[in-house]
């Protein structure tokens, strides 16, 4: 007989575990609390318009990809996805305008022309990011940190054996980048990539400027369809594979019999499994599911991740003076971390609009542009964000006026607003965190927690809030790590049973 597994949400990395056991040759079960799958990334619609409600830029897509080969499927029998070319819009206070082009040779220029920077100092800049991801990425992102036998690879010797002043360990991400960087401008370009796992670029250790790497050395893709048709074709491929999902239903608890997961408990009843899987946040986990037993506190209580205030406006206009995806910079940007350190929000923060209607324009109403208008905020604290919501929306509308020329305040015919509240709500998301734990110190690597519990058997996690952390990719690969363990435990357990008795 099969053995079974239950994976409780029916977020990116629920799906993808569910997917990976079921080729495996689990049965699996999926319960989520909401109608739908995706968690956050699941689309938004009202009055002609749709928004994904969170992840908007796709890395990697060969993670997405491999699932369904794994599968024996074709990729592109499901869905499509496009390379972005510019990549990214910046806008500055000054009025520059710059565009991160795809072509790294075009990027620099574009760089030179318009800064002070050379062309060979990003080139060699970008060159330098990907030696420390190639480096880092077998053990820190497809590995286990809490297994021993990671530490036993040829890559985690070249890993302790490289120059920590190299691999990033001493200095935060600004520091790294303003010790490369003379112009300001591109200074800022860079430390905004702490802000794609929720974190502050002058706390956060200028290792994780590796979060750059894929968009300038691999690509940065969009879903034809949007990002939320991938966990869309996640649960079609699931279901094809037989998974079987109970939506509209919410785990209470996590049954554990003798130190071991036997099941979940829905509503009163009892569903046994020999292995649970929980995508759910780690923080509700612990307090919500497994009220009896003790909370790992040296993960549960790390600083946690930024959040965000999203405006999805419905725009009666197209506006050619934007591409895909921008960014409005603030004009003092440590000002703006150091605003969200504090539990606030600057008074000028950086606006990021995404506008997926200008690849497909079914996205909004006819003539229109779907914008997702986005500024990093801090995860929530009992802040009041309606009133937060009501003098951000005036301060953003201001900003985005000024840096594209033109008032935009006519053109918005329908609004949608998420922020940090909201979001914990809808995806039980712990404070609303969009990536569980920061990364604003050097071993947060190592504080997340494990893809397993240490405590009770045959109980796993996976997605942002555990090893190896947020985003789309890294969910996908924190899926993969635990189907493997799952895997290889099962198996251990099976060549530990068939050795004869010792006599
Ligand atoms: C605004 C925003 C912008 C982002 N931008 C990007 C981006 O551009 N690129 C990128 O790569 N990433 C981005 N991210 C991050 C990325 O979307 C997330 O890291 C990722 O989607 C998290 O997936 P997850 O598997 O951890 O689960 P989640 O999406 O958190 O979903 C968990 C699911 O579990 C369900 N659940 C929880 N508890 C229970 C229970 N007890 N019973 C049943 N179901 C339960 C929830 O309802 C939810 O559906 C963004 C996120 C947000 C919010």
Redesign the pocket.
Known sequence: MKKSVIV????????AAAIRLSAQGYQVTV????PT??????WIKQDGYQWG???????FPELVDELFELCGKRPSDYYEYIRLDPITKYFYEDGTTLNAYADKNKLAGEIAEKTKEKKETVLSYLQYLHEIFDLTEHTFLRKSLHRWNTYLTQNAADIFFTNPMKMGLFRTIHKKNESVFKDKRIVQLFDRYAT?NGSNPYKAPSVLNIIAHPEFNRGGYIMKDG?PSITQNLYKLAQEMGVVFHLN????EIVVQHKKAVGVKVAGAVYRADTIVC???IN??YS??LSHHKEPVRYTRQEKSTS?I?FYWGMKKKFPQLDVHNILFSSDYEQEFRAISRGEISKDPTVYIFVSSKVNPDHAAPDGENWFT?INVPHDSGQDWEAYVEKYRHIMTEKINRLIGEDIRPYISTEVV?HPQK?RE????YMGA??GNSSNKVMSSFLRHPNFSSDIKDLYF????VHPG??????LL??KITADLIQSDNEKRKQHKSLPAAT
């Open positions: 409780i949400g029916a977020g990116i990395a629920g799906l319960f989520e609390s909401n799958v995706g968690g956050k990334v699941s409600l969170g992840a908007s830029l796709l890395t794609y990002m239903t919410t785990v209470d995508n759910m946040d509700f986990a919500k599911l965000v999203i986005l998420n979001i809808v995806t039980q998301s969009l990536y996976c997605g942002g809030s947020g985003g789309v990719p890294v969910c924190s899926a």
